[in-house]
């Protein structure tokens, strides 16, 4: 798994960038919410880049796309549980969420994260088989979900950064538009009898 581990290190890298480049434009009181956030989001936007890409490049290339997506989702949900982690005390007083529901960057922030959790306990395939739920796949489209709120949440906080806001919403909606898009461009090869290697179900992050 070479390749995979070699696309994991290229998207942990990347988000880190992102992480210390906002850290390093934000106030004091700013910073480590700013880069997790931007962390979060780009790991996710990466993550689910790879299901499209997986759909274009050779059968081996493609497993390593799809191990990939997997262990950057998990970053994902797990960097984005650390900001909420460090957001909520940090802006909310304690024990106070009725803002969340109040303020729709926070109400969106929060179902992206409630989302994402449930994604990541459900991409473990020991949890999958104990708990015994079916469509893994369908239900893993609720990624595509989390990346638009969480696209939402970033350009609509206020101490956040703009650019962020619309790079995410940027990335996401590439990303939303690639995959009709490699549906198009695979119907040739099904059209000419050619074998889709790319035919197996989906059970993590997608």
Known sequence: MTRARDIVFVGLALSGAVALGLALTAGAGHAIARATGGAAITLLSISL???????????????????????????????????????????????????????????????????????????????????????????????????????????????GSSTVGIAACTATVVVLLARPLVLVLRRRPRASGEKDPQNEPETTID
């Open 49 to 159: 880049a790879m299901s499209p890409i997986a759909q274009l490049v050779s059968a081996p290339s493609a497993v390593a796309c799809r191990a990939a997506r997997r262990t950057l989702g998990i970053a994902s949900a797990t960097v984005a549980l650390a900001h909420a982690l460090w957001a909520l005390p940090t802006y909310l007083a304690p024990l106070t969420l009725s803002p969340i529901g109040a303020l729709p960057w926070l109400r969106q922030g929060a179902l992206a994260l409630l989302l994402l959790l449930s994604l990541l306990v459900t991409s473990f395939p020991v949890l999958q088989r104990a708990l015994a739920v079916r469509a893994w796949s369908a239900l893993h489209r609720l990624a595509y979900l989390a990346a638009i709120l969480a696209s939402l949440h970033a350009l609509g906080v206020p101490f």
